[in-house]
């Protein structure tokens, strides 16, 4: 019984240590391509549009979030 737990945990830490590998070697060409294309690894950071409305019945439209210089 303990030899097929052992057996089990092997396993287990060689499919973390099989996928880990997996994730460093793909992941790394991805960084890469991105950065000769100029962007930031988390994208372009536009915003987003957004519209405000206020009680008397007013709205206006504004971009929100990472990036947007006001």
């Keep these: ?12 830490i060689g ?10 070697t793909q992941g790394a060409g991805n960084r890469e391509e ?10 372009p950071g536009e915003g987003m549009e957004e519209r405000s409305e206020e009680a008397s019945g007013m709205s206006a439209s504004h971009r929100v979030g990472r990036g947007v210089v006001h």
């Design 1 to 12: 019984m303990f030899r097929l737990l052992k057996l089990a945990f092997y396993v287990v």
């Design 15 to 24: 499919y973390a240590l099989y996928e880990l590998y997996l994730g460093f």
């Design 34 to 43: 991105k950065a000769e294309r100029g962007q930031t690894m988390s994208g």
